[in-house]
């Protein structure tokens, strides 16, 4: 795939299919911008109907040229690509960028041409940008492979854009703003390459440090998620999210479903992958010079020096409206900024230098904020003042702020007599702004991104409890609806599957007659609350259909008469089952725990304040699944009630891990079954010792059959891969589990590493002995196992669990082939635990489709040479220390003859 990729992105022979001598046209355009560009590979017009272009040879055919193109730009009408791509294929092109529009306008015939051209593509192994698209720009080489009027500068970020009109508007603005590019790309209707594709390609491109992308529509959202967190913690990727769904603004039949909008979906996913989305064109820019500038702050403390007192105020507001702090100055701040302030200073923070401050004041302030613990960046604010030379108040700050590992940002408000300062900053990398909100809100958004990634990869703690889901019981349940036709549960059965996966439900009982009802009501004990079940009676308590407070069990056979009286009066056809009757609970915090199915990130979780009046709260939060402990933890940390959970003045606080837990077993619910098309509980009744389930709606599809081996087609996040996991045992007879590794095993990792042998860690890191802590085992825990596999070998020592040995494969984006490492614990080196893990991992290579295994290894590591060789590997010496192994998994034979994958 890179190489496919490369030929569009670093081509060495360009054809231009289609390229014009008419000055109006596109084909003019693009292959006027080919030549003026400073590329210096050939370009190749390609016209039938003319001997040159533009001064340049031209040829009636791409199968005619002198040279074999890597690229091939097509500019011809839309109903000539379909053959042109065909040519290109036979011709042996590279790649594809199909400026040409008119497919979908097309109309049927339009969308067979878009199939033809993939399918031939495909066939071709040619990868294909656009149709409908502006073109792209590669600054670097001097490729300007579009019609765009202008030729981007030169820079580290990578912009991706759906929108061709909006990339040219980008594009003249970037040029007065002096922001340079590494590619500049418009990706048109993405019958191919889309989002992922580049974020992956350009996340291994080291002249690009920053991704920014334009999205109006997602397509593939695993992939797409995938891409991000596999580069997020590293570049930056900055999105402007377009559009707001028509299905998100509609009414619908449930409180989650009001609430869990696709817009909102896009936001949980977006912090799910560590992106950084903005509103506008500008905070985009901004926010990739700022990272691109400076350190990420460490919290969101900001000091603010200014020579004027409103900018200050201003800046404020700004800050403490939308979660940012004003930095609280240490007494030691405080002294050494009256030892050179005049007296009338503000004597706080904002630090208010005053108006006839000079330029080394100002350094000597900022020097003194930024060494306060207390401090995570300063924003250096300057108004123009007679006494005040802007230029020079910036030579300053730029000195203070590379002095320090904290961000400086700097706002110099004004316009001519403050250019050259803006100058002086630009080259000094400090950030800066017209106006102070712009540089408050950039301060915030790099925190942000700080504080996601850090709690993104935190270590989860251990679930509570052990939890085995009852999965055939909860699939009966689903079944038995669908088999009669019916897309609802009932709400006894909803609660049935809820108690399935050990999320607490009341004792409740179904009454078909009034004496039952009393009978049963009399048997929970009163007071009970009496519900009518039914499948055409979604909201009950607009039908008339809910009862509570029932003291007696005359009251109850009365309240059995008239809930069914009511809902017939309502609903005459309607299909009553009967009445559920179940003792009433009163807790102090009724919640909302809910999930929808989107139609592009699959199941969304969303919790938050519940009661009748929850779309009037609008207090909610949404995540992705799975969960586990931690991500839990702060879906609740998300919401406003939360302060009130925690407790509250005399109120005591609830059980958050509890809470925590039931969200994670909800999200395991939610990852088993994708024919659950909206679960509705509300409310989830909790207090200071327990919760419980007071109502639950659940909504259903149609059955979704399961690829083989692939049950979780309906999630963008792959789950934990139990199936691969199997007991060996080894030569001394001790019994070892291998199983993939959890976030959750990076104790047991650090333990096991701390007692690797010096030896050990040099065959392992090739003589890099690695300092362990949260970031670096993070990056061995914390894996997408769409793209990568980990398995632990682990053993129970005296009733705990000890990790002593882990192999690993880590698949290139496309999963053509990974590259293979282990390390065994010293103690147990020697006993075939190494070569069991290795034949293992081989085997899952080969069920995830990987098709060829890779290992370098230092030459003195024989034991290491000397299983590859038992196993098939190809081995050649890389350097005079190195070795590099190779197995081809399509043909070689499994080493084992049978290794089988115990169920979940």
């Not at 509890?658 to 088993?672: G, I, P, R, W, Y």
């Not at 080894?730 to 010096?758: A, F, Q, Y």
């Amino acid at each position: 795939m890179v190489r496919q990729l490369d030929s569009i992105f670093k081509p060495k022979v360009i054809a231009c299919i289609g390229a014009s001598d008419r000055v109006e046209s596109v084909g003019y355009a693009v292959m006027h911008n080919l030549l003026i560009g400073g590329f210096e590979g050939k370009v190749y017009p390609v016209n039938p109907q003319h001997k040159t272009i533009q001064g340049v040879t031209a040829y009636k055919s791409v199968k005619k040229l002198p040279k074999k193109a890597d690229l091939a730009i097509i500019v011809t009408p839309a109903r000539l690509v379909p053959q042109v791509v065909e040519e290109c294929g036979e011709a042996g092109v590279g790649g594809l960028l199909i400026i040409s529009a008119g497919f979908k306008e097309a109309g049927e015939e339009g969308m067979k041409m878009l199939d033809q051209i993939t399918a031939t593509s495909r066939k071709y192994g040619m990868r294909i940008i656009g149709p409908n698209c502006l073109g792209f720009i590669n600054p670097t080489l001097g490729i300007n492979a579009s019609f765009a009027t202008k030729m981007a500068g030169k820079g580290n970020i990578a912009f991706i854009s759906q929108s061709g009109a909006l990339c040219t508007s980008i594009l003249d603005w970037s040029l007065d703003q002096s922001v340079g590019f590494s590619h500049f790309v418009s990706i048109g209707s993405m019958v191919d390459v889309g989002f992922a594709e580049l974020i992956d390609y350009f996340g291994m491109d080291n002249s690009t440090s920053c991704i920014l992308i334009y999205m109006e529509t997602l397509k593939d959202a695993r992939k797409f998620m995938s891409a991000a967190r596999a580069f997020a913690r590293s570049k930056p990727i900055i999105i402007l999210k377009a559009g707001k769904s028509a299905e998100g603004g509609q009414a619908t039949l449930s409180h989650t479903g009001s609430i869990a909008g696709n817009d909102a979906a896009f936001d949980a996913a977006f912090q799910r992958a560590g992106i950084i989305r903005v509103d506008t064109i500008a905070q985009l820019f901004h926010c990739a010079q700022a990272l691109a500038m400076q350190p990420r702050p460490q919290g969101n403390r900001l000091a603010i020096v200014t020579n004027a007192g409103g900018p200050g105020v201003l800046s404020t507001d700004y800050l403490s409206t939308r979660g940012g702090k004003l930095a609280p100055l240490s007494e030691e701040t405080m002294k050494k900024l009256n030892e050179f302030l005049p007296p009338s200073w503000s004597h706080g923070n904002p630090v208010d230098v005053l108006g006839d401050a000079s330029a080394e004041t100002y350094r000597k302030a900022l020097e003194v904020c930024l060494a306060d613990e207390s401090v995570d960046g300063v924003l250096a604010i300057l108004t123009t003042q007679a006494v005040t030379s802007p230029t020079d108040a910036a030579r300053e700050v730029t000195k203070a702020a590379n002095n320090s590992r904290k961000p400086v940002l700097a706002v110099w408000m004004g316009e001519a007599d403050v250019a050259e300062g803006r100058e002086v900053l630009e080259a000094g990398k400090i950030p800066n702004y017209r106006y102070p909100e712009s540089a408050v809100d950039v301060f915030l958004r790099m925190w942000q991104y700080s504080r996601n990634l850090e709690l993104l990869y935190e270590t989860p703690e251990e679930a509570p409890k052990q939890f085995t889901p009852r999965k055939d019981s909860a699939w009966r349940i689903i079944r038995g609806a669908l088999s009669q036709n019916r897309k609802q549960l009932t709400e006894d059965e909803a609660k049935d599957l809820l108690g399935c996966y050990a999320i607490p439900v009341g004792m409740n009982k179904l009454a078909t007659k009034a004496e039952e009802a009393a009978d049963f009501a009399q048997e929970i004990g009163f007071p009970v609350a009496m519900k009518i079940v039914s499948p055409d009676a979604l909201h009950k308590t607009e039908v008339g259909g809910v009862k509570l407070n029932i003291a007696t069990r005359e009251e109850a056979a009365q309240a059995f008469a008239a809930i069914v009286k009511s809902v017939k009066s309502h609903i005459p056809k309607a299909d009553i089952q009967g009445v559920l009757i179940e003792r009433m609970v009163k807790k102090p915090f009724e919640l909302l725990i809910g999930a929808k199915k989107d139609p592009i990130f699959g199941p969304v979780i969303a919790f938050g304040r519940g009661g009748v009046a929850v779309e009037v709260y609008r207090d909610t939060q949404l995540g992705l699944p799975p969960l586990n402990m931690r991500l839990a933890r702060r879906i609740i940390e998300g919401t406003q009630v939360h302060s009130l959970l925690k407790g509250f003045r005399n109120m005591p606080g609830v059980d958050l891990e509890d809470l925590a837990f039931v969200l994670t077993k909800f999200s395991h619910l939610m990852v088993d079954f994708p024919e659950i098309s909206e679960i509705d509980i509300n409310p989830y009744s909790v207090d200071h010792e327990s919760g419980i389930v007071l109502d639950a709606r659940v909504l259903l599809d149609d059955y979704q059959p399961r690829r083989k081996g692939h049950p979780h087609d309906h999630l963008v996040i792959s789950p934990y891969p139990g199936k691969y996991t199997k007991l060996v045992t080894l030569k001394n007879g001790v019994e070892v589990t291998l199983r993939p590794i959890r976030p959750e095993d990076e104790p047991m990792e650090t333990r096991m590493i701390e007692k690797l042998s010096t030896e050990t860690l040099y065959f392992r890191f090739f003589g890099y002995v690695p300092r362990v802590n949260h970031d670096f085992l993070t990056r061995f825990t914390h894996i997408d196992y769409d793209r990568e596999m980990a398995i632990v070998a682990e053993i129970d020592k005296g009733g705990q669990k000890e990790m002593i040995g882990v192999v690993r494969i880590i698949a290139d984006a496309w999963g053509e082939s990974a590259e293979y490492a282990i390390v065994v614990a010293d103690e147990w080196q020697g006993l075939e635990l190494g070569g069991n893990m290795t034949d293992y991992i081989l085997e899952i290579g080969r069920d995830k489709g990987i098709a060829k295994i890779y290992a370098s290894m230092l030459a003195t590591n024989k034991r290491m040479i000397h299983m590859f060789e038992k196993r098939g590997f190809k081995i050649t010496r890389e350097d005079f220390e190195t070795y590099h192994a190779e197995l081809e998994l399509s043909s070689a034979m499994p080493f084992s003859a049978e290794l089988p994958f115990m169920p979940v």
